[in-house]
């Protein structure tokens, strides 16, 4: 049971310029460093790198990397100072609704200490490794979901909440949190967009028609994933869920049911 006042969930934000200039440094070149892969995934459309970087030379150095930044770091300066302070104003209205939603929707207390990085670079969002920051692609840079700009209320409940909390559960799985790694990356953000929704429909932060689809996943008809997520999926209920507080036997339910449809899961 969460407990009102105790801390077992903390997000900051990165603001400093230098470190800012360093984080996107790194990005970028863990890019670079999986960019065949990325690019048999089909992700490589998606993927924007600061100009002048070629992600088919394989001489690109890291100073290249922090010049080509550089110079396009100034136009972007108020970018990103301002989504920082935005990504903190946003998680300091919504953590005390949204913290025991989770508590109960997963069945555990939310843990961990998660540093966001405001982007220019990379995919949408999402960590590059364990531990690392959490990137939040600029606003002007970011891929639209269903027509309009993901809110930054919906990006943080999607990256950090689901991605990032319920990684640990889903690691070495066909939901990995790595598209790399996971066999299943359309279920794997299906399921990511259907706890979002329920946080925040549970927490009282929005209601749940206006909740996009942010990771814009899906699931073969076969394993029927309503039926799995909802109690009474002919009619969907945030309230309603068959594994109520009960994540980890969700998540190993799915993982069983694509192997009746994908025996190499």
């Known amino acids: 049971m969460y407990k009102r006042g105790h801390i077992g969930l ?15 440094v790194k990005r970028v070149r863990w890019y670079l460093n999986e960019w065949k892969r990325y690019k048999e995934l089909g992700y490589d459309s998606v993927i924007r790198l600061p100009a002048g970087i070629d992600p088919e030379d394989p001489d690109v150095t890291d100073d290249d ?16 100072e301002t989504y920082a302070r935005t990504f903190k104003e946003t998680w300091g209205a919504m953590r005390e609704n949204i ?44 891929p639209h ?7 930054e209320i919906e990006a943080i409940t999607h990256e950090i909440l689901c991605h990032e909390c319920t990684a640990s559960l889903r690691e070495g799985t066909a939901l990995d949190d790595s598209p790399i790694f996971a066999t299943h990356q359309d279920v794997k953000e299906l399921l ?14 929005m209601k749940r028609e206006d909740v996009r689809m942010v990771g814009g ?17 002919s009619a969907p209920d945030e309230n309603g869920l068959r594994f109520e507080g009960r ?3 969700l998540v190993q339910t799915i993982v069983e049911k694509l192997k009746t449809v994908s025996p190499h899961v």
């Open 99 to 142: 913290l025991p939603a989770m508590a109960h929707v997963y069945g555990f207390e939310p843990v961990g200490h998660f540093t966001i990085a405001p982007t220019a670079y990379g995919t949408g969002g999402g960590s590059l490794e364990k531990g690392g920051p959490v990137f939040f692609r600029l606003p002007k840079f970011r």
């Open 65 to 80: 990397i922090r010049f080509a930044i550089q110079k396009e770091l100034s136009s972007n300066q108020i970018d990103y």
């Open 217 to 233: 996943g899906s699931a073969p008809e076969e394993i029927h994933f309503d039926s799995l997520y909802y109690t009474d999926p």
């Open 10 to 24: 903390t997000i900051e934000t990165i603001s400093d310029l230098d470190d800012t200039l360093e984080q996107e």
């Open 192 to 205: 990511m967009d259907y706890l979002g929704r329920t946080l925040l429909v549970r927490s009282g932060s």
């Open 247 to 249: 994540l980890p036997e």
């Open 145 to 151: 979901a269903n027509g309009a700009p993901i809110t």
